[in-house]
């Protein structure tokens, strides 16, 4: 199947700081990415759906210039998290579908994941 | 509107018994069903998925769900649990005619298997 890199796995900034997770698509293009937040031992909350060369869509309620999102090419879209604080604390997860597969039946792709901790 | 609910947020079994974990969706269009696994600390990885051809599916590691129409449902089994298995899993709801085609998560079932 096909494969998402996420990076970094695991990441300790200090308050006030700028943090940046990174998201490939190894082995297929990848037109939308989505950007998804997920609490200890809750379900993925779906945050942004970011589009290569477009402006990110970002859900209600997320905060837009907190968490920017860039999706410079196919195959890759960042997240920054900025000016972190404690309550940013979270695991990040990004997923994707491979483009031109109809999206009703093509399922995602998932990136391992990113755990931010913000001291 | 749609939305998905997993019945148990916890489910514990023995090792070499069965496993269920009972999804219930509602779409006012024709859903596409799926069964993601997420083990601590990790992504989710597809175990298997329902999109309009047999309703029974069969996905990775023995794990096979059905989908049942008349009662809104997509229940995930396997007849024998391993330690392997213990992790969280989710069910995805994704309307096929809906613009966006947005998907809609259950809350997550954790399944503990005990030796």
């Known amino acids: 199947g096909a494969v998402v890199s996420q990076h970094p796995s695991w990441v300790i900034c200090k308050s006030g700081t700028s943090v940046k997770i990174e998201c490939r698509s190894l082995?297929?293009?990848?037109?939308?990415m989505f950007w998804y937040r997920q609490f200890p031992k809750q379900s993925l909350m779906l945050m942004a759906t970011s589009n290569e060369g477009s402006k990110a869509t970002y859900e209600q309620g997320v905060e837009k210039d907190k968490f920017l999102i860039n999706h410079a090419s196919l195959t890759l879209s960042t997240l920054t998290v900025t000016s972190a604080h404690p309550e940013d604390s979270s695991f990040y997860i990004c997923?994707?579908?491979?483009?031109?597969?109809?999206?009703?039946?093509?399922?995602?792709?998932f990136g391992e994941g990113s755990r931010l901790t913000v001291l | 509107a749609q939305s998905v609910t997993q019945l148990d947020s916890h489910v514990s079994v023995s090792e070499g018994t069965p496993v269920l974990l009972r999804c219930n969706y509602s779409?006012?269009?024709?859903?596409?069903l799926f069964w993601y696994v997420q083990h601590p600390n990790k992504g989710l990885q597809l175990l298997l998925k329902?999109?309009?051809?047999?309703?029974l599916v069969k996905g990775i590691n023995g794990f096979e769900a059905e989908f049942k129409k008349s009662e809104t449902s997509f229940h995930l089994t396997k007849p024998s649990a391993h330690m392997s298995d213990a992790a969280e899993y989710f069910c995805?709801?994704?309307?096929?005619?809906?613009?966006?085609?947005?998907?809609?998560f259950g809350g997550g079932t954790r399944v503990l298997v005990k030796p």
């Open positions: 082995d297929f293009q990848a037109t939308t």
């Open positions: 995805v709801v994704i309307p096929r005619e809906a613009a966006g085609n947005k998907l809609t």
């Open positions: 997923s994707s579908r491979v483009s031109g597969l109809q999206t009703y039946t093509g399922e995602l792709f």
């Open positions: 779409s006012s269009y024709s859903p596409s």
């Open positions: 329902y999109t309009s051809a047999a309703t």
